[in-house]
């Protein structure tokens, strides 16, 4: 790889004895010789397998519950239900202090999408617990779900989540996070154009190889270890001490090799459960996602709707822009109100405008709980902002690329959120691209810089 | 459930088991043998992750009944390197930084085996085509097909 060092050349060191140099990764040995220990490459003698009865329906009241044919089945050990948890509702960010906790480990008179865990199973073998978790009879009264965000927005709209009290999360500031910076509507009062897009995405799921498990092993002092593959070790130790009402120092967690993650393996589901069966049961416990779990249950990517409203000059300005962003949650929190929230920010884009007005909602509906994945909250954003920055150069006449450069972020332009801009680069970054693909701008695009204007 | 005896050699060494009928070659290898190095993704045959040479064929460990592998020759990544040496493609994944989360590597190394084994100088088209089988979720799959080449390249310097 060639590097530019010409660019910010009084800012760069180059005595450094790491950056730059290759190093091999420590663990590719133990990848190529098949020696690297995933979590399921352990097996305990007397390992019991937890499957999980879940949710036919998107939404209902569970009238009742009967287990009592499914511990009969040979080879069941324990069968758990949402009275077995010490502290059944929680919610993942709780421990950063976002609340409410508004999530059940095990439903509790109510399921709130298709799919959610209900009854925990344990048996000898994964196909006993699978035989057994087929014989548990849960009545359910169905009850009208809503999957559309807007429709959720409405009045009188089914409630998804009695602990949020409404269909979207509550900030600090409101129903939605809000940025507000100098005067939209008289930005596009004095626009030479307007217009205004919607922008859609669909849940996608991370679809890692090796799917979502973990095993736990109790070590026979009343203390448990969890060999899981989680993406998040504190979280889901912090979390499953608080779900099981257990300090600590009896759980021990080992993780650190992950099949495949891209957020995928933030939550924290699997974990909190396999523990408590284990304690309960006294025997190790393995709770692994099957590949059709993989694909159903984990929490994919948010649905997003964007709806942008920019005002542009002739000259390439753009003057004003409003945006509307919705984030579906589904039926929980999980790392939705955190990504809708970075939407917000992040909706201005690597541009300077000087009229901007967002409102990022999370909206929870009947559907799987979407979480993180791989810049959730800013990926959608990016697609949408960029397709709204071609069509508002083809509205113009105007190059696209060139138009990115007049509207380009440089250092010391304030941003919306009002932190000023520093360290950007953007122009240097499309100075290189415009020559690495060979798409000529003009000479006065290729002679701008970052650095603060008139510096 | 029926147990059934099984005996087959894994890479070079005898084994004899006696496995639950119907019980998949990938979970006798990993949970009876314990050879873990064949990894469960899919446990439906789309992966990859689980493949391993059987009498010098690429097959998919999870679709195949460990019964039916009387007599064979099985071998797997953790089989391939000699004497603490890495083989050729282990040492090119290595080097061409083809692994990330390491899971799909060992069905991916067995893919690339079966291909050097029978085509020592591949295309990169041939390549492509004995990987397809195989999915990644890291790498993007370029520094693979490199490392596969590579080690293609390798081979035939040797040979010379």
């Not at chain 1, 590719?28 to 305990?44: C, E, I, L, Q």
């Not at chain 1, 579906?328 to 009229?355: L, W």
């Not at chain 2, 690429?58 to 390197?81: K, Y």
């Amino acid at each position: 790889m060639e590097l530019r060092k010409n660019y910010f050349a009084d800012q760069r060191k180059d005595d450094l004895h790491e950056i730059g140099q290759p190093r091999p990764r420590s663990d590719s040995p133990g990848h190529v010789t098949g020696k690297t220990a995933y979590f399921a490459d352990r097996n305990f003698p007397g390992m019991l397998h937890l499957k999980m009865v879940r949710s036919p329906h998107h939404h209902a009241r569970i009238r009742s519950i009967d287990t009592s044919e499914a511990e009969k089945h040979p080879g069941v050990v324990k069968v758990l239900t949402a009275k077995d948890v010490p502290h059944n509702v929680y919610t993942i960010l709780i421990l950063i202090q976002i609340g409410p906790e508004d999530e059940t480990v095990l439903a509790d008179g109510k399921v709130r999408w298709k799919g959610e865990a209900v009854v925990a199973v344990l048996a000898e073998t994964e196909r006993a617990a699978q035989e057994a978790a087929a014989k548990v009879k849960v009545d359910y009264e169905v009850l009208p779900a809503v999957f559309d965000m807007e429709e959720a927005l409405k009045p009188g709209a089914p409630l998804v989540n009695e602990y949020h009290g409404q269909n979207y999360y509550l900030y600090d500031s409101g129903e939605c996070r809000k940025v507000r910076f100098g005067d939209v509507e008289a930005g596009f009062a004095g626009a030479d154009h307007v217009l205004e897009q919607t922008y859609q995405s669909s849940p996608i799921e991370h679809a890692p190889t090796e799917t979502t498990g973990c095993i736990v092993a109790p070590e026979g002092n009343d203390r448990f270890t969890c060999y899981t593959n989680t993406q998040a070790m504190f979280f889901t130790l912090d979390n499953a001490s608080i779900i099981l009402q257990m300090p600590g120092n009896k759980l021990h967690f080992v993780g650190g090799t992950v099949g495949g993650g891209f957020g995928g393996k933030v939550d924290v589901i699997v974990e909190p459960i396999a523990i408590l069966g284990a304690k309960l049961t006294g025997r190790p416990v393995s709770f692994i996602y099957s590949r059709e779990e993989e694909m159903q249950i984990s929490s994919p990517r948010a649905a997003e709707k964007v709806v942008i409203k920019d005002g542009v000059m002739n000259d390439g300005r753009i003057v004003a822009r409003k945006v509307t962003g919705y984030t579906d949650a589904g039926a929980y929190s999980r790392h939705s109100p955190y990504g809708a929230q970075k939407g917000a920010g992040h909706y201005p884009g690597p541009y300077t405008i000087p009229n901007v007005w967002i409102d990022t909602y999370c909206v929870y509906t009947n559907r799987t709980p979407s979480s993180a994945m791989r810049g959730f909250g800013v990926t959608i954003g990016d697609f949408a902002l960029e397709v709204q920055m071609d069509k508002l150069a083809r509205l113009i006449g105007m190059d696209p690329l060139e138009f990115r450069f007049i509207n380009a972020y440089r250092d010391g332009d304030m941003k919306a959120h009002r932190q000023p801009t520093e360290g950007a680069a953007l122009i240097e970054c499309m100075q290189e691209a415009s020559r690495a693909a060979n798409w000529p701008v003009a000479e006065k695009y290729l002679s701008m810089s970052s650095y603060p204007k008139g510096a | 459930m029926a147990k059934v005896p099984v005996q087959f050699t894994l890479n070079g060494a005898e084994k004899a088991e006696f496995i639950d009928s119907g019980t998949t070659l990938l979970n006798a290898l990993r949970d009876k043998i314990g050879d873990t190095s064949p990894k469960g993704g899919c446990h439906q045959g789309t992966c990859g992750a689980c493949s391993v040479i059987i009498d010098g064929e690429l097959r998919l460990s999870c679709l195949t009944l460990a019964e039916t592998c009387n007599g064979a020759a099985i071998i797997t990544t953790s089989g391939l390197s000699e004497g603490g040496v890495l083989h050729p493609l282990q040492r090119a994944f290595l080097d061409a930084f083809a692994t990330q989360c390491g899971f799909c590597t060992p069905g991916m190394i067995m893919a690339a085996k079966v291909l050097l084994d029978h085509t020592p100088n591949p295309s990169r088209d041939e390549v492509v085509e004995a990987l397809s089988g195989n999915i990644c979720r890291c790498t993007g799959y370029e520094p693979i097909i490199q490392a596969v080449l590579t080690a293609a390249r390798s081979n035939s310097q040797n040979a010379a």
